[in-house]
């Protein structure tokens, strides 16, 4: 069944990007040295208003986004499919949906826990990717960490909502997986579009594959670094790596099992990079988790499988 023009304009599937909102919580709910009360779920409530703030925020940007775009989406052979570009939605009906949105997205960060801050990261959010729409993603390179930035605003009002601490490496491995999922995107559409892709965007023209496939190659490098030294570090290891045993008390933490999830993510890397390589979708990370591959689906599904066990399964 097809979705209304209008909902599909917001773009709910690309929703899933704003699961970095509830890191924190997911994290934070499994630390030994926070204790919290297992009944009070307000931590969980809070981070899901941010969550729901983010989506209501991002659909706006969507919505601005692609009446700017309308022309040159016209002339891509794939977006030229999208409801503003085909004509099923018009610019006055897109522009007053943003507009209510960007309310919605505001209201909804008031709403919780440390709302004023946190309405300040979703409105920081917000004007950093109106600027990326109007100008910044015609800058080589700046739109790349425009995106980052957006990722590391997520964390960041997931962290505020849950009243959470993030890791530094977390933050670093969050900057560097999202600057390598941009640029692979980069890589994808210049594949797509060939030596036509000046037409559509022109900063496109100043991307080259080989400046592109050094760029996700050493992105990727550092990702899997960050990560895995978020695994093994010192405060890793204290939160997540002590065991209750029987008389109730908490076991001295040598180690964090977390480690253990190291080849998922080079795994998920990999696989990504060669389905960018192989022209098969891999510009779209929304696209793959929803079920455009079925090995990187498997494989996210088991890193997520041992991430909770390990987490959770000594509490």
């Known amino acids: 069944m097809k979705l209304p023009a209008l909902l599909r304009a ?3 599937q690309q929703w899933v990007k704003n699961i970095f909102v509830l890191a924190a ?3 934070a709910r499994a630390d030994v040295t926070q204790p919290h009360d297992a009944h009070d779920w307000s931590d969980v409530y809070n981070s899901l208003l941010a969550f729901a703030a983010f989506c209501l925020g991002a659909s706006a940007i969507y919505l601005i986004n692609d009446v700017l775009d309308r022309e040159s989406d016209r002339a891509h052979p794939t977006k030229c499919r999208r409801p503003i570009a085909s004509g099923e939605l018009s610019v006055g009906a897109a522009l007053i949906a943003s507009v209510a949105c960007i309310a919605g997205a505001l209201g909804l960060a008031w709403l919780a826990r440390d709302g004023e801050r946190v309405v300040m990261v979703v409105a920081s959010y917000i004007a950093l990717n109106a600027a990326y729409s109007f100008r910044l993603k015609h800058i080589v390179l700046v739109d790349a ?4 930035a957006g990722f590391l605003l997520r964390v960041k009002a997931g ?3 849950a009243h959470a601490e993030v890791s530094h490496w977390l933050m670093l491995c969050t900057l560097f997986l999202s600057l ?3 640029l692979c995107k980069r890589r994808a559409e210049i594949d797509l579009l060939g030596e036509e892709r000046g037409a559509h965007r022109a900063n496109l023209r100043h991307y080259t594959p080989q400046f592109l496939d050094q760029m996700v190659t050493m992105l990727a ?3 899997v670094l960050c990560y895995t030294m978020y695994t093994v570090s010192e405060e890793t290891t204290r939160k997540f790596g002590a065991r209750l045993l029987a008389d109730g008390s908490m076991a001295q933490p040598t180690h964090s099992d977390l480690i ?3 080849p998922f993510v080079v795994f998920g890397l990999g696989r990504y990079l060669l389905l960018v390589s192989q022209q098969r979708g891999g510009g779209s990370p929304t696209r793959m988790l929803l079920g455009g591959d079925a090995i990187f689906v498997l494989n996210a599904l088991a890193w997520a499988t041992v991430t909770a066990f390990v987490v959770y399964g000594r509490l």
């Open 25 to 27: 919580v997911v994290f």
């Open 159 to 161: 962290a505020l909502a």
């Open 145 to 148: 960490f425009c995106i980052a």
């Open 221 to 223: 490098g550092c990702t």
């Open 10 to 12: 917001m773009r709910p």
């Open 260 to 262: 253990y999830t190291v």
């Open 180 to 182: 390598f999922l941009a």
